[in-house]
């Protein structure tokens, strides 16, 4: 089945440590591409996006994320993460078609920093 | 903008009880869409609207659950009879241009159904 799949379901580093959490799906075509946190007891906040050009997209909080087409992945790394970076990830993709309009949302990675 | 808004902010009710969440979309946006957050099970899309026309519903998990979208700028989600296992966060989010810039999300409404 068609699907978002995020490799790792709890993370656990250390402040100052370097972060990448995988992302995969499995459309093909044309596809948007986005990250969201959800730090705890929050809403859906969108880290970054990805339409088209540079795979490499920068957001926010010092977060990027890197679009590799012949891989479906689209990871996102931070260099050094924070405490404060203590949150929930989610991975989406819009895929357009006849579902033009919805994200599919992998099912989250939870990321835990200790100070 | 004053975002998506969604009321109540926490809702705890007895079992039989009917529910009703309230969802504001953020204006000029063409989608609605509605989940629900659960430890078990992740964020599941229930129904979402086009236009306020609902495009899925195939996520609604029961008959118990009914959404609508009389106008462009207000959704309701009703549950009725509820039951505990409807204990969730559920969101609400919008979009425009056909979700090509991703969703807003509300800050959702804890239910406790007990």
């Known amino acids: 089945a068609q699907s978002v799949s995020q490799h790792n379901h709890h993370v656990i580093l250390s402040e100052a440590a370097s972060l990448e959490l995988g992302c995969n799906y499995s459309?093909?075509?044309?596809?948007?591409l986005f990250w969201y946190v959800q730090y705890p007891g929050q809403h859906l906040q969108l880290l970054l996006k990805?339409?088209?050009?540079?795979?490499l997209v920068k957001g926010i909080k010092g977060f990027e994320a890197e679009f590799i087409k012949s891989k479906f992945s689209f990871n996102l790394r931070k260099p050094s993460v924070q405490w404060s970076d203590t949150a929930e990830y989610f991975c989406?993709?819009?895929?357009?078609?006849?579902?033009?309009?919805?994200?599919?949302f992998g099912r989250g990675t939870q990321l835990t920093v200790w100070p | 903008d004053a975002g998506v808004i969604q009321s109540p902010r926490h809702e705890v009710t007895e079992m039989g009880q009917e529910v009703t969440l309230r969802c504001k979309p953020i204006?000029?946006?063409?989608?609605l869409f509605w989940y629900r957050q659960t430890m078990m099970r992740g964020l599941e899309l229930l129904i979402y609207?086009?236009?306020?026309?609902?495009?899925?519903d195939s996520g609604m998990p029961e008959d118990r659950f009914s959404a609508k979208m009389p106008n462009a700028s207000f959704s309701t989600l009703k549950i009725q009879p509820s039951e505990p296992r409807d204990s969730a966060v559920y969101f609400c989010?919008?979009?425009?241009?056909?979700?090509?810039?991703?969703?807003?999300f509300g800050s959702g409404t804890r239910l406790t159904v007990v």
């Open positions: 459309y093909g075509g044309t596809v948007n």
């Open positions: 609207f086009n236009n306020n026309v609902p495009i899925d």
């Open positions: 990805y339409f088209s050009g540079d795979p």
């Open positions: 989406a993709v819009n895929k357009g078609g006849s579902t033009l309009g919805r994200l599919y």
């Open positions: 204006s000029g946006h063409d989608y």
């Open positions: 989010a919008s979009s425009r241009q056909q979700g090509v810039h991703g969703y807003t």
